[in-house]
């Protein structure tokens, strides 16, 4: 069993950053794939950016020039760089792992961008 654990929301103002972490622990085999989705109030899930275990990265269009993903393969950990935060970003983010062809989601963090 894998578990995930985020870190890093809070409330920033519009055109602040927040840094996301995501660290797996458990019975880890090979993580292949990690991503961030986040879901406002009343929309559905989305993707936001993933990485691959070669570092190939993958964003929304939403996402592209802003944020940056990584991961640190000894840490078991995935990060989420958010830089000139809008409001149309706040939500709970959620990370996601695939793990020997097995998926886990963490309880996700929320972030609020308001003035």
């Known amino acids: 069993q894998v578990q995930l654990v985020e870190s890093g929301g809070g409330l920033v103002q519009p055109g602040g950053s927040l840094r996301l972490s995501c660290v797996a622990s458990?019975?880890?085999?090979?993580?292949?794939?990690m991503a961030w989705y986040r879901q406002a109030p009343g929309k559905q899930r989305e993707l936001v950016a993933s990485?691959?275990?070669?570092?190939?990265?993958n964003y929304a269009e939403s996402a592209k020039g802003r944020f940056t993903i990584s991961r640190d393969n000894a840490k078991n950990t995935v990060y989420l760089q958010m830089n000139s935060l809008k409001p149309e970003d706040a939500a709970v983010y959620y990370c996601?792992?695939?793990?020997?062809?097995?998926?886990?989601w963490g309880q996700g963090t929320q972030v609020t961008v308001s003035s």
């Open positions: 996601q792992i695939v793990d020997a062809k097995y998926n886990y």
């Open positions: 990485i691959t275990s070669v570092g190939t990265t």
């Open positions: 458990g019975t880890i085999f090979n993580i292949d794939y």
